[in-house]
């Protein structure tokens, strides 16, 4: 049984920096993505990251240059670093992965739909 849990998050002041883990249990080496997502109040999840197995990456505009997303697979551990905060920034952020069998470019971001498994998500709030 897969199972995603995030950590790190918190409330930071506008210009802070976070880093959130995501540790993947029952979820070994895949050639499917794992990325990030957040969901602020009355807004739809967005897709923020998303990362393959080789290390190929992309990222929604918005945080381009400001958040970084990698992987230790030794540890199943999944990172998204995250700095220059912004007041906009605030939301739950999610883990996901798709299962393996699944193929992921890494070259654009996959739809909510695309992914199989789901952490409870970790809250980021920023402060102005």
Known sequence: QVQLVESGGGSVEAGGSLRLSCAASGYTY??????????????????????????????????????TISQENT????????????????AMYYCAAQRHGTYCSGT????????????????????S
Not at 43 to 63: C, M, P, Q
Not at 76 to 88: C, D, F, G, R
């Open 108 to 127: 654009y971001l996959p739809a909510p739909y695309e992914y199989n498994y789901w952490g409870q998500g970790t809250q980021v709030t920023v402060s």
């Open 30 to 67: 895949s050639t499917g993505c794992m990325g990030w997502f957040r969901q602020a109040p009355g807004k739809k999840r967005e897709g923020v990251a998303v990362i393959n197995r080789h290390g190929l990456t992309a990222y929604v505009d918005s945080v381009k240059g400001r958040f």
């Open 75 to 90: 540890k199943n551990t999944l990172y998204l670093q995250m700095s220059s905060l912004k007041p906009e920034d605030t």
